[in-house]
């Protein structure tokens, strides 16, 4: 069965990703139509070797015969145009953070809970890429040894902020002043991702711990989180404490991991080889490595976790959802 595809935000660097992802996974597209403002309506875009034409994005975009639409295009975007694509029939996956506390969307990740995406009322969202890449390795041991606590500490990439952030690293390093961040973030971390909230934490950090919890559909997790800004253009890293219920062996930890789909287990520190953001690049897997007992509590590990923030954080999942509606029969 071949489906009708839209993708909005079509020019964003996700936009981008969705065509890469679409083609290298040959994902049955009878239709195709690209949406985006209109500062690049009537541009085209090539995908298998034929040119598609821009549209600007507007309230009749999706009157067309339209299977699934990917949205990456900010939240504002997402809140506007979600419900008018779900009234025409059409099944959004949103990258957007607009839609994925709402108690009708499934938050998806295919590897941890892909059967949330029968659940669906006309939209299923992405999560943030951070959570995506800790909730892989999470689900399992969850299963096995039941978490009691997480403590989430990031080291993110610029590209999470989109080409902004990407030529603020790159500008700040020959001296230019940053235009996005408030501070430079060349030879610099800032501990201040999205925006502060009320109770001293950002909106990321807010993210990490209330999709977490979502998707692991355990609101009985206890969740911290500190999420960082680091001088690294793609790939988030990620140093993963957990804190479990029950006894475990550490080679039954290592065991599960690797026998998690999606997971690629890299731990040999004798060898200096552990994950590393610049090795993942534009790979579909989570990197973990430091897989090691937290001797400060009794069942505890530290982990050190890395993936492609743009591909399994955001384009890939989002293919693979839409990949998931195929295969349950749901388009
Ligand atoms: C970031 N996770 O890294 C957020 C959104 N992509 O900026």
Redesign the pocket.
Known sequence: KKANIAIVGATGMVGRTFLKVLEERDFPIENLYLLASKKSAGNTISFKGKDYIIEELNENSFDKDIDIALFSAGGDISKKYAPIAKEKGVIVVDNS?AWRMDKDVPLVVPEVNPEYVKKHNGIISNP???TIQAVVPLKALHDKFKIKRIVYSTY???????VR?IKDLEEGVKGNENKLYPHPIAYNCLPH??VFMDNGYTK?EM?MIDETKKILNDYDLKITAT?V?VPVLYG?SESVNVEFEKEFELEEIFTTLKNTQGVVVIDNPKENEYPLAVNIEGKDEVYIGRIRRDFSVNNGINMWVVAD?IRK??ATNTVQIAELLLKYNLV
């Open positions: 953070s943030n890429c951070s993110q990439a610029v590209s999470g902020s989109g952030g991702i999205d990321e993210k999420t800004r988030h923030n954080g955001a």
